[in-house]
């Protein structure tokens, strides 16, 4: 809490003890329920007593690892705390390998969580999520991501080209060149493309630049290419969430999932 | 190329059909120093200008947009490195360097000697030309005077270097003369090869190492060529300042008045100030670009090593009176904790090192301009030595252009 008080945020998320998953025994799963509410409460007095803190927004951290009974009893509880947001934690260990992470796997452990939870807070889930897992999250009742998946897909010098504009019909249907969320720009299929990677991409990089140039920048690890890669990757990413939120709003977000699922993993045409 | 005639043809200034154009604005009245505004096919320049170098289609960590915001209006590219990755067919292919990278302002390449001879160990020089082993296959390679010129034509750049006869600057004996009338002997098989003239233009070097004798007589060859301007080479490169001085200053004696000077590889604040009061026109270097990536912030009075932990809580930024991206947004305690350790602090300190250099340029022209470039190397120089110390050379040198270091 010092750390805190010295950074003045707006949000912060209470300390909490996390570090379970669905191998972790009842034992330690109750043990960090306990620990994690202990934390919070003495981060809520200690924000309270803050000049710096005091209107600042304090996230409370619910646990309960692959246990259906502590996820409820964590939700509970946290929910009668003063909390501005719940930040929803302890499903794995994060890192590289969440990539591969599924949230059908944790389903009903954030169905009855939710279920738990105010209408009117927010609700974090953290952790590397591709656009089709967003959309099973949002279903379930997340509202916050973070950008871990556009950077991981940054660093391994890969451009996302998942389709967005069928579903508004900004474009004919077209099958994508590539039955995955995104595309090497590593691969030497590039060298001469003389086209930005993303057609009607609007960032700056495909507006700019075309695919053969940003090979070469990787090629030769220049700084230049993944600064590329990144803008245009946040881009995409952010464009995602707009569509998704058009979605929810038109009260179409099934109709979505399916006709997104469906249009990224079509089978490659040559192009 | 067809694209490049047409921008020609759009361009305002159609009162030439030359692909270079070098009017002196100004003249000090005191030293040799002038201030030109040059035409290339691809921008209008004014000198004297500082090219940062973009090494391999890019200036590292910068988008050309940054650039273009700093103010710079002709840059560097490394026709050996080029030539490499993405090699000149691709090039080719693409429209040109230009096209490629997305520079819409002008672009100079080097011949692409100097690396080859710095960076491989086998390379061989012979009168074909410099003979080396390919860095990825190893097989036996030409780099001759027509391939040079070959490659740098497929890049496209508004100016081009010819292949030269590179001897470091320590070397002495008779390999020096005879890298300088290979030079010359190089030139014109450079010139004979050039098939794009209209719009690249093709700048020989002066050669001659440390020996005045020599250096005058591969100018005064050189001048005998049409060209449209010139480049000073083999300087710079760690032999003694009170040399290298008076090698740039017998240079720019000979060479013509009407036609602009690049001095290459030059380089460091100091000797920027002191080779544009010696005349020279035209500098490039990886210096402060380089230095920003070891976290090295160039400022009036020298440099701030930013990972030095005398920053840790130095909330001023760089420099006060710059006003560039990083220095209004940044303090020097922030950039210290991300010096060498995230990639964007290239980026920043890339950007302050560059307005630095790019202002002090501007700086000169308006000096000259004004006609009071002798009081702004003074004050210069007492910002950069406070206590007086100045280096000798630079004394002598700006002693030998009518300015006094008290």
Redo the contacts between chains.
């Keep these: 809490m010092d750390v805190v008080d010295a950074f003045q945020p707006d949000w912060f998320q209470a300390l909490a003890d996390s570090d379970t998953d669905q191998d972790s025994t009842k034992k330690r799963i109750r043990r960090s329920v306990e620990r994690t509410l202990e934390y919070l409460d003495q981060c809520i007095k200690r924000k309270e007593q803050s000049d710096h803190l005091k209107n600042a927004s304090i996230i409370g951290v619910l646990e309960g690892g692959h246990s259906i009974s502590d996820r409820i009893a964590s939700a509970k509880e946290t929910a009668r705390r003063p909390v501005a947001g719940f930040s929803i934690e302890g499903f794995h260990n994060f890192g590289p390998d969440t990539e591969a992470f599924k949230i059908s796997e944790i389903e009903e452990l954030l169905r009855v969580t939710i279920l738990e939870l105010p209408e009117d807070k927010p609700r974090f889930l953290s952790g590397v999520y591709n656009p089709l897992e967003i959309i099973k999250a949002v279903k379930l009742g997340c509202d916050i991501f973070e950008s871990t998946y556009p950077y991981v897909v940054t660093e391994r010098g890969c451009a996302f080209v998942f389709d967005l504009d069928t579903w508004e019909n900004k474009k004919p249907e077209d099958p994508p060149n590539t039955a995955s969320f995104e595309v090497s720009l590593k691969n030497q299929m590039f060298q001469n493309g003389f086209v930005p990677m993303l057609k009607g991409c609007t960032c700056y990089a495909c507006q700019n630049f075309t695919a053969a140039y940003i090979y070469h920048l990787l090629n030769t690890s220049e700084l230049l290419g993944s600064l590329l890669l990144m803008i245009h990757n946040f881009h995409h990413y952010f464009r995602f969430f707009e569509v998704l939120r058009r979605a929810i709003a038109a009260d179409k977000i099934i109709e979505f999932e399916e006709h997104f699922e469906r249009i990224n993993s079509q089978p490659k045409e040559a192009n | 190329m067809f694209r490049l005639i047409k921008k020609r043809m759009n361009m305002t200034d159609l009162t030439t059909e030359k692909a270079l154009t070098f009017h002196i604005k100004a003249e000090c009245s005191r030293t040799k120093a002038r201030t030109s505004v040059m035409t290339l096919p691809h921008a209008v320049v004014e000198t004297p200008v500082f090219m940062p170098v973009g090494t391999?289609?890019?200036?590292?960590?910068?988008?050309?947009?940054q650039l273009d915001d700093l103010g710079c209006r002709l840059m560097l590219g490394n026709t050996y490195?080029l030539g490499n990755?993405?090699g000149d067919n691709?090039l080719e292919?693409?429209g040109g360097l230009h096209e490629?990278?997305?520079w819409k302002h002008a672009l100079l390449t080097d011949s692409g000697g100097f690396q080859m001879v710095s960076l491989l160990a086998l390379a061989e020089i012979t009168e074909e030309g410099v003979k080396f082993q390919s860095p990825h296959d190893k097989s036996d390679m030409m780099l001759t005077p027509e391939k040079s010129i070959e490659i740098q034509n497929s890049i496209g750049a508004d100016i081009i270097m010819a292949l030269d006869d590179v001897v470091h600057s320590t070397v002495t004996g008779p390999r020096v003369e005879e890298a300088m009338y290979r030079t010359i002997r190089w030139l014109d098989r450079c010139l004979k090869a050039h098939q794009k003239s209209h719009c690249q233009n093709l700048f020989p070097i002066v050669q001659g190492g440390l020996y005045p004798e020599l250096r005058k007589k591969c100018a005064e060859e050189l001048i005998k060529r049409d060209v449209p301007g010139f480049a000073i080479g083999g300087l710079s490169g760690g032999e003694e300042k009170s040399e290298f001085w008076k090698m740039v200053t017998l240079s720019t004696e000979i060479l013509p008045k009407e036609k602009p000077r690049y001095l290459m590889g030059v380089g460091f604040a100091l000797d920027l100030v002191v080779c544009v009061a010696l005349g020279c026109d035209m500098f490039d270097c990886v210096f402060p670009t380089r230095t920003a990536r070891f976290g090295v912030a160039l400022v009036p009075t020298g440099q701030l090593q930013l990972k030095n932990k005398t920053y840790k809580r130095d909330f001023q930024p760089i420099d006060s009176s710059c006003s560039c991206s990083t220095c209004s947004r940044y303090t020097r305690a922030f950039l210290h904790t991300i010096v060498t350790q995230e990639?964007v602090s290239?980026?920043l300190l890339t950007i302050h090192n560059l307005s630095y250099q790019l202002n002090l340029m501007k700086s000169m022209r308006e000096a000259i301009t004004e006609d009071r470039f002798p009081e702004f190397v003074q004050s210069f120089m007492l910002k950069m030595f406070p206590k007086r110390n100045y280096p000798q050379w630079t004394i002598d040198a700006l002693h030998s252009v009518n300015i006094s270091l008290s």
Excluded at chain 2, 56 to 65: D, N, R, S, V, Y
Aim: proline share 14%; net charge positive; with cysteine.
């Design positions: 391999q289609g890019t200036l590292k960590g910068l988008a050309p947009q490195h990755r993405p691709l292919e693409a490629f990278m997305k990639p290239c980026s």
